[in-house]
């Protein structure tokens, strides 16, 4: 059992770097909380109480961030391994910025925030791994918030998707009337729909009512730089 935990610890960016007898250690000490989940269950509700740091150890996620203002939403896809929000389990706002669901069958491993504390501090290589995974992100938004400039038609919807992506690769949806999004990118609702027309008939989105599916993002971005 030990070497199957130190294993999918072991994939996991918070975990690199420690020796095998680290890892036996905290196996040892902390509680780990291993889930299962079947397709289309829900693991996190947007604005639930982040207690917990939250890793993906197999199988894909949705994750939709909604938009309550404004009334939209972006799904995209999350893959094996992954952690979930890192950085929302401190700082003034302590809850979670999106909802998850399964899309296939997910194995899930949880640890309650006190073990950072309690064990888990004892470990430079571990705070070292966080801190890290929280400098690029940081940094990663403030290239974005940078980069964030009043352009033409084509660098206002690519933006406007990429600050609201946890990546810049992938499959996304975007639920949004075409009027609401031309309004918030200060667009005209013909110049929009003429756009992503020309993207649909080139492969690169789908339209749905009142969606628009993006099955490679990476693709979509580089047509329309």
């Not at 939403?73 to 389990?89: D, T």
């Not at 470990?123 to 980069?147: A, D, G, P, T, V």
């Not at 033409?152 to 406007?160: A, P, V």
């Not at 918030?184 to 989105?205: A, H, M, P």
Request: charged share 25%.
């Amino acid at each position: 059992m030990e070497i199957t935990m130190y294993d999918n610890l072991l994939l996991l960016p918070l975990f690199q770097g420690l020796s095998k007898n680290d890892i036996t250690s905290i196996i040892e000490k902390v509680k780990l909380h291993f889930q299962q989940y079947q397709e289309g269950e829900t693991l996190i509700r947007q604005e639930d109480t982040c207690d917990k740091l939250c890793f993906l150890l197999k199988g894909r996620m949705t994750v939709q961030r909604q938009d309550k203002e404004y009334g939209y939403s972006l799904s995209e896809v999350l893959g094996e391994p992954s952690i979930i929000e890192p950085q929302s389990l401190f700082g003034m706002h302590t809850r979670f910025t999106a909802t998850y669901r399964a899309q296939t069958t997910v194995h899930v491993l949880t640890i309650d925030k006190k073990y950072l504390f309690s064990e888990l501090n004892r470990y430079e290589i571990f705070w070292l791994n966080y801190l890290n995974i929280l400098s690029n992100q940081c940094q990663r938004n403030h290239e974005k918030l940078w980069n964030n400039h009043i352009g033409n038609l084509n660098e206002k919807f690519i933006h406007f998707i990429s600050q609201r992506s946890l990546k810049q690769t992938g499959e996304k949806t975007l639920h949004v009337t075409m009027e609401d999004l031309a309004n918030l990118i200060n667009e005209t609702r013909i110049n929009l729909s003429r756009l992503l027309n020309e993207l649909q008939n080139k492969g690169l989105v789908q339209l749905r009512r009142k969606e628009i599916y993006i099955p490679e993002f990476e693709k979509l971005k580089t047509a329309l730089s």
